[in-house]
């Protein structure tokens, strides 16, 4: 049973996490969508409450309560939605963050600092709630009263717990207990109508249901709201205070067999009186001699409700809905399960590609013809299990509208961030270790890149600077962007200080592309910040790094004036490609095949390190003299014409293998200073291959063949 | 933790001590229902109970219908705060199903 709990605790956790993302958006959002966004974060606030409530974590129902009465406040129009009021919300967000990671942690209770920490916030939010309500528009005050009037009333609530509910970690009693904190529990009947023989009687299942009467002022989303554990399992019926008898008396009718039960326990939690009831029932025994159909009453259900609190109720109602049918679609798993499976497809594939190796030699057609079938179902399962770890980089994408939210505040400056290419997916292990280079950049071209108001004004460019993230697929890569509309790099001062720094020779004349790539070298940004020379250069070198890491690339383009775009260039998985084997020697090596473009014969020009392509040089690597390998170049050679961030280059070869599925070994820790290569792999034979790493490959070619094209 | 058996003669009282909540229902029916098969006057004595859920309050009620099914009538003496906290949220009594 623990464990059951356990998992339950953690699927609060999970879930609470993603309300407060929601609450962050909502709250991002909310100068924009208006009324929505108050709604979302209201509802984000009031189910963290809600379930941190049943699970007994009384500090932060404590806390979030406070919010939600703040909320509640600019719901209904008395308080307005201001920056200031936003920052505190987003404070008190990453509160009710800390306060589910105390719990993850289990170091909630009797946590003193966590409690020194929410005290400002909890002040800060009281002087929301005692502020005066402002005496203006008392037009759009009054509906918001009227509705709280409908509201306030006597709910009857019908629970029928289903048998589970118990063995799953949840008890019926905490459900009812947190009901009654959001008003009072008139009356209630437990029913036990439904337990079996002393014989049959499973201690462990749940045969329990209540009928309740309830008073208060929560609407029924919010009521609701408390069983949302519980939904699958449990029956539940909530009446609204209006029209009850009809809708009682219809209800009834739909349980015949245990009707006049039901109706002395309504009785009984004070939903009705006994003379309301008969009264209903007489006439509805006189009206229904035809059978007057039960429907018609049902669709007497929330008629009389005005049609503001019906379309407000509508919109509460819809996000819960529709988030049940996700979930319904969507199963939660371990990461860690994941990387296993990927893993064991790993090996499966090297177990297949030396399968296939021996029914080729053994030049059995029949076994050749079961491995290949086999092979390409492999092959599918590689491609569904690594599907399986794609996520879409929206989520990462969004986390930035925070960043740039907070850190134009503290910069004073006037910043909106544009994100594009959010259905963007990559690999689930490559978008957790991206999020600290992006929050870098991000951070860099909002401190440097994005100008003062004045000087923008003064270029005649609008006062909203503009920082863009954007994500696309390109050849086996994915490409996120980071661009502002800032004031570009200058090239002169980069020059010069990478002379002073001593990264270049003096007088060397150079692209801009090389001189704009300086401020990834470490020496360039480590003794000073070059804040106030160049623009930029805090720690560039630290995301180059990390983005190497990740077998990634990184660019900068740059207009004086206009603004900077970098480049991020990642591989989609970390884990297998579709690589290209080629033979050096008895070598074996690996390119990804997404940057192979075409494989040509090797015709060497004399006294030249770069072929002739169709009219264009292309400038080339020997891997037989980048690798030192031993014996001479075999009679017939080729070359192997690669792409790579809109460069080509060719690889001088002996032979060509052919395409091979490569599942990626990391290099030992022997290996960490072996340029060029960027893991290895295991063929079917046994043998080692080494995966090439390209960008170390073809940075090297990159300055010959701007040589060559001179 | 204990199920102490204070038995005396034909009137038997158990004190069931600790808690009375799903983790342990499945140990406690077998104990509940023989105390009702084979004492002429069940007693339960729930004053040492520490923790009262759902679990515990059904197995109560069938312990109780059991002994009516074997005209028996399934005594409650003493209840613990936790019991009676439990007992005013269901509006159980200690007499009948439902006061």
Known sequence: ?710 | MNIGDTSQGAAACLAVEGEMTIYRAAELKPVLLDVVLTHAAPTLDLASVTEFDSAGAQLLLVARREAIRLGKRLELRGASPAVRDAFALLGLSPEGESA
Request: contains cysteine; aromatic residues 4%; hydrophobic residues 45%.
């Open chain 1, 1 to 710: 049973m623990s464990i059951a709990i356990d998992q339950v605790t953690v699927t609060f956790i999970a879930e609470s996490r993603e309300l407060l993302e929601q609450m962050e958006t909502a709250l991002l959002a909310v100068a924009r969508d208006g009324q929505d966004a108050v709604n979302a974060i209201f509802r984000a606030a009031h189910t963290i409450k809600g379930s941190a409530g049943m699970f007994g974590l009384d500090t932060v129902v404590e806390f979030t309560h406070v919010a939600e009465s703040v909320l509640d406040k600019v719901r209904d129009g008395d308080v307005d939605v201001t920056d200031e009021l936003v920052a505190l919300l987003l404070a008190c967000r990453d509160h009710i963050g800390t306060l589910v990671d105390a719990v993850e942690s289990g170091t909630l209770d009797g946590n003193d600092d966590l409690a020194a920490a929410g005290a400002p916030l909890v002040a800060a939010l009281q002087a929301y709630l005692l502020a005066p309500v402002p005496a203006q528009e008392p037009a759009a005050r009054a509906p918001a009263a009227t509705e709280a009037e409908a509201d306030d009333g006597h709910w009857h609530i019908s629970l029928r717990f289903g048998r589970d509910v118990l063995r799953n970690g949840m008890d019926p009693l905490s459900f009812i207990r947190y009901l009654g904190q959001l008003g009072t529990i008139t009356g209630i009947a437990t029913l036990a109508d439904d337990l079996p023989d002393a014989d049959t009687f499973d201690p462990e299942s749940c045969y329990l249901g209540f009928e309740i009467g309830f008073a208060g002022s929560a609407d029924k989303a919010t009521i609701d709201g408390v069983f949302d554990f519980v939904r699958e399992d449990c029956q539940i019926r909530i009446l609204p205070p209006e029209n009850r008898i009809a809708e009682y008396v219809a209800w009834l009718d739909e349980l015949p067999e245990q009707r006049e039960r039901l109706g002395q326990m309504l009785v009984r939690c004070g939903s009705v009186t006994a003379h309301e009831l008969e009264l209903a029932l007489a006439a509805q025994a006189a009206a229904a001699a035809p059978a007057q159909p039960i429907g018609e009453i049902l669709v007497g259900q929330g008629a009389v409700r005005a049609p503001v609190v019906e379309a407000a109720l509508a919109k509460q109602r819809q996000a819960p809905e529709a988030r049940a049918q996700h979930e319904n679609r969507s199963v939660r798993v371990d990461a860690d399960k994941l990387d296993r499976l990927i893993n064991l497809v790993g090996e499966l594939m090297i177990a297949g590609a030396s399968a296939n190796l021996v029914a080729r030699r053994a030049q059995n057609a029949e076994l050749l013809e079961c491995t290949s079938t086999l092979s390409g179902l492999v092959e599918e399962v590689r491609d569904s299990a690594l599907q399986l770890r794609m996520v879409k980089i929206g989520a990462t994408f969004n986390r930035f509208q925070r960043v740039v939210h907070d850190v134009a505040r503290e910069l004073g400056k006037d910043i909106r961030l544009d994100v594009s290419g959010e259905d963007t997916e990559l690999d689930k292990t490559v978008v957790e270790r991206i999020g600290d280079p992006l929050t870098h950049l991000v951070r860099n071209a909002m401190d440097h890149g994005i100008e003062p108001a004045e000087v923008r004004a003064a270029r005649g460019k609008p006062a909203q600077g503009t920082v863009a993230l954007n994500a696309f697929h390109d050849s086996g890569s994915i490409v996120i962007e980071v661009s502002d509309d800032g004031g570009g790099l200058k090239r002169e001062r980069i020059l010069a200080k990478a002379v002073e720094r001593g990264l270049v020779e003096a007088g060397r004349s150079l692209t801009d592309k090389e001189i704009f790539n300086l401020i990834f070298e470490p020496g360039f940004s480590t003794a000073e910040q070059v804040t106030n020379l160049s623009g930029r250069g805090v720690g560039m070198d630290v995301v180059k790094r990390n983005i190497l890491a990740l077998r990634g690339s990184v660019d900068i383009a740059s207009t004086e004036g206009v603004g900077t775009t970098v480049t991020v260039r990642l591989p989609l998985t970390l884990a297998i490609i579709n690589g290209f084997q080629v033979g050096v020697g008895r070598s074996v090596f690996v390119i990804p095949m997404d940057m192979v473009e075409e494989c040509i014969e090797f015709r060497e020009l004399p006294c030249c390190d770069w072929v002739d392509l169709r009219g264009q040089p292309l400038p080339f690597v020997r891997l037989r003299e980048r690798f030192a390998v031993a014996g001479s170049a075999a009679r017939r050679q080729s070359i192997v014409v690669v792409r790579y961030g809109g460069r080509k280059a060719g690889l001088v070869v002996d032979s060509l293998l052919g395409e091979f599925q490569t599942v990626i070994k990391p290099l030992g820790k022997v290996f960490a200073g072996a340029r060029f290569l960027s893991g290895s792999s295991i063929l079917g034979n046994g043998e080692v291959a080494l995966i090439l790493d390209m960008a170390a490959l073809l940075a090297g070619v990159e300055t010959e063949s701007q040589a060559a094209a001179a």
